[in-house]
């Protein structure tokens, strides 16, 4: 018989556990990982002005954003690889492997973590358990990732959004953009999700569910 089982801290550990998919998948198909600096100034009737809303060019692992001269739209925004080879330095390939890898870690967990209201053990080993240990793998993708991304500022194609002074570990006149600060922000929070899940498994396993399961409940509700 399947029971249904709902407590305030699993509850929260499968949100959580959403979210933090959610949120490194969005990081990483976003162009804005490095903002290079607003566009310089522009020529009108022989004087020169600034734009009031000066465009400035984003560029992320695979994509990017740039202002297109004499095009419907002022912005433009895709991806600039058209396959893997393309992508701008080695080291942004190596990191679009971890992060691929743990957004593919992270979505199985978020899936798992749904289903754990009504299946609380996967080959009689606890889901949390395993869901916890699978998130911390994630974690430790993630940051390998992260860690060699800003090894790669070095190359031709950051020096063209970034300046000449870009280099390995200097983002030059460049600055970061959420998606980068996102993708930090979801692997603190996988680490979190990771240490968390043993607090749901206690919530799910405690003598008061244990109570409400004898009782004959199909759904219980703990706060």
């Known amino acids: 018989m399947c029971h249904v089982i709902v407590t305030c801290r699993s509850m929260l550990w499968t949100l959580l556990s959403i979210v933090v998919a959610f949120a490194e998948l969005i990081a990483f198909m976003g162009p804005d990982w490095l903002v290079s600096p607003p566009s310089g100034p522009i020529s ?18 695979y994509a990017r954003c740039r202002k297109v001269p004499n095009h419907h739209r002022d912005v433009q925004c895709g991806p600039y690889a058209a396959d893997f080879g393309e992508i701008a330095s080695g080291f942004w390939q190596a990191t679009v492997i971890f992060l691929a890898v743990a957004i593919l870690i992270l979505s199985v967990v978020a899936l798992f973590a749904v289903f754990s209201m009504c299946f609380q053990s996967i080959m009689r080993k606890s889901i949390f358990n395993v869901c916890g240990l699978l998130q911390g793998i994630a974690g430790l993708f993630l940051i390998m990732g992260l860690m060699l991304y800003p090894a790669g500022w070095g190359c031709e194609k950051v020096r063209q959004y970034c300046g000449p002074d870009s280099s390995p570990y200097r983002v030059g006149d460049c600055s970061l953009g959420w998606a980068f600060y996102a993708a930090i922000g979801g ?17 799910t396993s405690s003598d008061k569910v244990q109570d409400e399961i004898e009782e004959g409940r199909s759904l219980v509700c703990v706060l």
């Open 44 to 61: 009108t009737n022989g004087s020169f002005r600034l734009s009031s809303r000066p465009h400035r060019p984003t560029l992320g692992l």
């Open 187 to 203: 692997t603190v929070l996988t680490f979190f999700c990771a240490m968390f899940s043993a607090q749901a498994e206690k919530a």
